[in-house]
């Protein structure tokens, strides 16, 4: 079992939907939890932080963290084309290194 | 502008050939990570430095080091290239050296090997 598990897609949805992306990891030590937009070619960028459970939002991303079913989504409102990417998540613990989902691409259709 | 910045952009060069690519961190960051991305690939962990010193060591081929200079800046040293190395090769810093903050990315450096 790898320690973070992301559905790589694609994913397509239209203009204006809810897009709801997922991870789920193995290492119940993981604390601190990130969400990543990469656009083809170019560096991550950092969406979302969040440290331990709960929920977080910032403009149309809401990130929730479910620790107890070690579970992690990031929900993006009134979707864009423009939000076509592909969007990793990330986590880790203290004194651990960063660990990596492998990405869900999204493309959004006008 | 995450404020990691790598150089070159892009490079391309023969196989069995030497290059380094050139990373300065976030003011103020201590740590600095290389990830390999090979295309439509996901991010390969190669190595970390924290203030200087080798932290942690993910796949990093023997044929390839890395060091973190007395001003944080690090470069990452890639010889006897393969087509295969062929890839984009990405920078990150962070503040603590525990990873117990988040990451940022540089924009890459894209390595083709002809």
């Known amino acids: 079992q790898k320690e973070v598990e992301q559905d790589p897609g694609p994913l397509s949805v239209p203009e204006g939907a809810i897009v709801s992306l997922n991870c789920t990891y193995s290492?119940?030590?993981?604390?601190?939890f990130m969400w990543y937009r990469q656009y083809s070619r170019k560096g991550p960028e950092l969406l979302m932080y969040?440290?331990?459970?709960g929920n977080k939002e910032d403009g149309r991303f809401t990130a929730q963290v479910d620790k107890s079913s070690k579970y992690i989504s990031l929900f993006i409102r009134d979707s864009q084309p423009s939000d076509s990417a592909t969007y990793l998540c990330a986590m880790s613990a203290a004194g651990q290194n960063f660990v990596f989902g492998p990405g869900t691409r999204l493309s959004v259709l006008p | 502008d995450s404020g990691v910045t790598q150089t070159p952009k892009h490079l391309i060069t023969a196989t069995g050939q030497r290059v380094t690519l050139r990373c300065s961190p976030r003011s103020g960051d201590l740590s600095v990570y290389w990830y390999q991305q090979s295309l439509d690939q996901g991010l390969q962990f190669l190595i970390q430095y924290y203030n200087g010193e080798e932290r942690a060591k993910g796949n990093i081929l023997e044929r390839f080091s890395a060091q973190q200079f007395p001003d944080l800046h690090s470069e990452l040293n890639l010889s006897s290239l393969e087509l295969g190395d062929s890839a984009l090769y990405f920078c990150?810093?962070?503040?603590?050296?525990?990873?117990?903050?988040?990451?940022?990315f540089g924009e890459g450096s894209w390595l083709t090997v002809v």
């Open positions: 969040t440290y331990s459970s």
């Open positions: 290492n119940s030590a993981f604390q601190y």
């Open positions: 990150a810093s962070s503040s603590q050296s525990n990873s117990g903050n988040t990451i940022y």
